[in-house]
């Protein structure tokens, strides 16, 4: 990676402020009910800490306050406590994220970890207001970002602190960059694309990109209908982006020319409503019937192409996986990717990562992402603002 990393800067007695993605879904009683976010940012806490910082001051958002100020529903304590048993190491938690009690506080600690207040109970953040983000930076001497989640984001913790101090990635961005990139730029051949989700208009710029990377591109889930109306195929009322058919048309035509296989749905699991589970298996969606997941031919077709891959990136589910009755698809294609022998396996962030993790087949791949949006923009090929801004690596 041409960033540095928390390997490649001096943090012996120096304060550490790392951005982490703490955005973990709360209950009813302010309990966490899934920690791999707290779990995923701990190798760059605990080397930082292991460096001999003197204060490893820790900052993040949580869901959408308002951004006027303190919500509970929105605060971070509840990560204090969990992180505090995680790390077997006392956490400070601070009920503000700039300011002279903070800054005083900070001072007057005697734990090495400090963990802020919600970033967005201040609007400045998401403006990445520079005062903030200065106000932010003066709390330390060096600045690792290892918020994956939110690197897309040009935010005043993720982009505008960087003005301020030396900027590095944490072990996560490393690591996310270093398999997705690979995963894209370098594969082991032949690569596969699985896309599925619920729109077209979401992935044009995603397949745009991968059309000269990929050597077969699979299309499943809500997307494919608008592929299949622009070969004249009945979709009944099957998602459809009517103002997207020309697109998926101009699409195919490209993959084509560039010789990759696109690999569209074949046979349908349908019904007569989006709501009834009541279905059945069809090679045809007729009138008045909508399809919900792809049918057994279909899985069948994919497994054939899947079975010769060496890397595989997958991006959106190819069925309403939420529900056991369209979730057949979705599962089959999860259940034979874990059982590959010596195939990368790369599952973006957001709905493919929850199906995965609904299936319990997590272990079984090489890596998900744990940022939907933004691994979906770094396999488009955009640039990231939250890692543009780290410092390059010295040649
Ligand atoms: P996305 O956020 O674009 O990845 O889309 C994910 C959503 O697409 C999930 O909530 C799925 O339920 C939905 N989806 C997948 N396949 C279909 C389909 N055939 N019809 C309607 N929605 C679908």
Redesign the pocket.
């Known amino acids: 990676m041409q960033k540095m990393t928390v390997r490649d800067i001096n943090i012996k007695a120096k304060k550490v402020i790392i951005r982490l993605d703490f955005n973990v879904p709360l209950d009813g009683t302010f309990h966490i009910t899934d920690d791999r976010r707290i779990t995923a940012a701990l190798p760059t806490i605990q080397y930082v800490l292991s460096q001999g910082a003197s204060k490893v001051i820790l900052m993040s958002h949580l869901g959408r306050p308002k951004g006027a100020g303190f919500e509970k529903d929105f605060s971070l304590e509840p990560v204090a406590h969990h992180l505090q048993d995680l790390l077997g190491e006392k956490v400070l938690f601070l009920n503000d994220c700039i300011g002279p009690s903070v800054k005083d506080a900070i001072a007057k600690s005697s734990e090495r970890v400090v963990l802020l207040e919600n970033l967005r109970f201040y609007k400045a953040e998401e403006k990445n207001d520079p005062a903030f983000a200065k106000e932010l930076a003066s709390l330390a001497d060096v600045y690792v970002n290892d918020a994956f989640g939110t690197a897309h984001r040009a935010h005043a913790s993720t982009a505008g602190i960087t003005a301020y101090l030396p900027s590095v990635a944490g072990f996560l961005i490393e690591k996310e960059l270093q398999y997705l990139g690979n995963a894209i730029n370098n594969p082991k051949r032949p690569l596969v694309i699985i896309l599925?989700?619920?729109?077209v208009s979401?992935k044009i710029e995603l397949i745009k990109n991968l059309i000269p990377k990929a050597n077969s591109i699979i299309i499943g889930?809500?997307m494919a209908y608008t592929f299949l109306k622009a070969q004249g195929i009945n979709v009944g009322n099957?998602?459809l982006e009517k103002d997207k058919i020309d697109m998926a048309r101009e699409l195919m035509e490209q993959a084509k020319k560039a010789g990759v296989q696109m690999a569209l749905t074949t046979d349908f699991v349908i019904t007569q409503s989006f709501s009834s589970d009541d279905c059945k298996i069809s090679d045809v969606i007729p009138d008045g019937w909508e399809?919900?997941?792809i049918g057994p031919k279909t899985i069948q077709y994919y497994k054939d192409i899947l079975s010769k891959a060496k890397t595989v990136v997958w991006n959106?589910?190819?069925?309403?996986?939420?529900r056991d009755a369209y979730a057949t698809g979705t599962r089959a294609i999860a259940d034979y990717l874990a059982s590959l022998k010596d195939v990368t396996v790369i599952v973006g962030g957001?709905?493919?990562a929850a199906a995965v993790a609904k299936f319990g087949l997590e272990d079984k791949m090489t890596h998900i992402s744990t940022g939907g949006g933004a691994s979906l923009e770094f396999l488009e090929g955009k640039t990231l603002p939250g890692i543009a801004a780290l410092n390059d690596k010295k040649t």
């Open positions: 599925g989700g619920a729109k979401d889930g809500g099957s998602k399809a919900l997941d959106g589910p190819l069925g309403v996986f939420e957001g709905d493919s």
